[in-house]
């Protein structure tokens, strides 16, 4: 016997279902560029990345997990989010604050059920990935510019780590991956203020305190520093050629000298979206030590 729906639940059903997936892309998107891409290309150079099923695999685990960081980090943030992004789902009235909060605790579920899919190794990383999340949002972490850059150590190693157990050949992270993920750790950092110079309006009328706002010149002078720096000993210690060297020192002055010279908070966007190139790019060179294809 086939069964058969009436045509309005089919359309209601799927209505309903683009509502919830438009729900979900507004949730994630505005991180796109600062987690799901940089962890990709982190992961697959190295991994370095098996199989194109490997790559899939990958990125849904990465993104559920971003979506997982984004409903916490969101889902007590309406205020803030109604000054810099009102487009986001809660200020937009697309959820509300316990829905979210239901989400919250669902997805970090979804995540470690995901992950155990994988292995007992796999559950570790989204265990961490939920406990910074708690830190940050939680217990106020997020507050003061330590603190939440601690939670962004936590984070995006975390990330890496299961990201990369995923794509590679088995779970085993050799020394390049782990040398790889440790330095990660340490220039996010002293680099992921980056993010904050654009918030700044709106972290202050939430009264917290960022690294821009608690040292609003030397910031800009550190982060300018950091990039440099971070572009000259990524250089060596990948052992890159002098052509790649060049590039990646020109890329990295030049996102420096952006948030040292454009202080707008337009300004402030674009030298974050450039940041995030520059971030990718260097996730790009663990791969050199793999396969030695940029020593020219």
Not at 37 to 45: K, L
Not at 123 to 137: A, K, Q, R
Request: with cysteine; net charge positive.
């Amino acid at each position: 016997m086939q069964l058969t729906y009436p045509h309005h639940i089919l359309k209601h059903a799927t209505i309903q279902l683009r509502y919830h997936a438009h729900t979900a892309i507004l949730l994630t998107i505005a991180d796109l560029k600062t987690i799901f891409f940089p962890i990709s290309v982190f992961a697959c150079a190295t991994a370095p990345l098996h199989s194109v099923s490997r790559l899939f695999m990958g990125l849904a685990w990465i993104w559920i997990h971003q979506l997982m960081c984004n409903i916490s980090n969101q889902a007590r943030g309406a205020a803030e989010d109604a000054l810099n992004k009102p487009w986001r789902p809660l200020p937009a009235g697309r959820i509300t604050e316990r829905q979210a909060l239901a989400l919250r605790w669902g997805s970090a579920a979804l995540c470690i059920a995901w992950s155990a899919m994988y292995g007992a190794d796999l559950v570790l990383p989204s265990l961490g990935l939920f406990l910074t999340t708690v830190l940050y949002d939680d217990l106020g972490f997020a507050r003061h510019y330590i603190g939440k850059n601690l939670c962004n150590i936590g984070g995006y190693t975390t990330f890496e780590i299961g990201a990369t157990k995923i794509m590679g050949f088995n779970s085993r992270m050799d020394h390049i991956a782990v040398a790889a993920v440790c330095i990660s750790g340490f220039l996010i950092f002293t680099t992921i203020q980056a993010q904050d110079f654009a918030d700044v309006e709106g972290d202050k009328a939430l009264h917290r305190v960022t690294f821009p706002i608690y040292a609003p010149e030397f910031s800009r002078v550190a982060t300018l520093a950091a990039i440099v720096g971070w572009s000259l000993f990524l250089s060596w210690f990948w052992d890159i050629g002098r052509a790649y060297s060049f590039g990646l020192i020109a890329l990295g002055a030049f996102v420096g000298l952006r948030y040292y010279l454009q202080r707008t908070t337009a300004e402030d966007r674009l030298s974050f979206l450039f940041y995030n190139i520059w971030l990718m790019t260097v996730h790009i060179l663990p791969f050199n030590a793999r396969t030695g294809f940029m020593r020219l």
